[in-house]
T-cell receptor, first 110, second 109 residues
Framework: EADIYQTPRYLVIGTGKKITLECSQT?????MYWYQQDPGMELHLIHYSYGVNSTEKGDLSSESTVSRIRTEHFPLTLESARPSHTSQYLCASRQGHTQYFGPGTRLTVL | GQQVMQIPQYQHVQEGEDFTTYCNSS?????IQWYKQRPGGHPVFLIQ?????EVKKQKRLTFQFGEAKKNSSLHITATQTTDVGTYFCAGFNDYKLSFGAGTTVTVRA
């Protein structure tokens, strides 16, 4: 099991707030990913990074932004949260072809 | 773009029975991976298949990669309650993983 951490694990927040979901990994993996997953549904790639200062949008359009200033850190920011952002957000890092997922952040926007 | 489809979406199994879930890609894959997500948890890597026609076993789980490298299957024998969860296949191509919608497995004791 890889060392990849996400905080907070659960977040309930009001509409219009700015939030940052944290993701860190200690394995030195260059490639990192953010997925959005509704309960019982498939994973949708929203952002990915191949290394420091590299970020790309994924397959699913998202109003969030990401940054990659350090290898180990890949935070995701929502400038103005809306109820439609309610979901689980999963961070992952990759070594070779294997992706290791963090525990996820369950976000609820009221 | 690449699409990965899984069937069935839901699988209700009697404990002790066998079942198979299938994964199909619209494009040829360099490899395919399988992940398991327990209820309330996060996906955990199970296995990777790389070679055409490859078959791998993990205890009661048998994974197969099709000859054309566009489809895969997961067969579970003698299902146990610990097998509950959602099984995702993911096709690796263009440096990204594309996940299927998953097969959610429930087990009747």
């Amino acid at each position: 099991e890889a060392d990849i951490y996400q905080t907070p694990r659960y977040l309930v927040i009001g509409t219009g707030k700015k939030i940052t979901l944290e993701c860190s990994q200690t394995m030195g993996h260059d490639k990192m990913y953010w997925y959005q997953q509704d309960p019982g549904m498939e994973l949708h790639l929203i952002h990915y990074s191949y290394g420091v200062n590299s970020t790309e949008k994924g397959d699913l359009s998202s109003e969030s932004t990401v940054s990659r200033i350090r290898t180990e850190h890949f935070p995701l920011t929502l400038e103005s949260a809306r109820p439609s952002h309610t979901s689980q957000y999963l961070c992952a890092s990759r070594q070779g072809h294997t992706q290791y997922f963090g525990p996820g952040t369950r976000l609820t926007v009221l | 773009g690449q699409q990965v489809m899984q069937i069935p979406q839901y699988q209700h199994v009697q404990e002790g029975e066998d079942f198979t879930t299938y994964c199909n890609s619209s494009t040829t894959l360099s490899n395919i991976q399988w992940y398991k997500q327990r209820p309330g948890g996060h996906p955990v890597f199970l296995i990777q298949l790389v070679k055409s026609g490859e078959v791998k076993k993990q205890k009661r789980l048998t994974f197969q990669f099709g000859e054309a490298k566009k489809n895969s299957s997961l067969h579970i024998t003698a299902t146990q309650t610990t097998d509950v969860g959602t099984y995702f296949c993911a096709g690796f191509n263009d440096y990204k993983l594309s996940f299927g919608a998953g097969t959610t497995v429930t087990v009747r004791a």
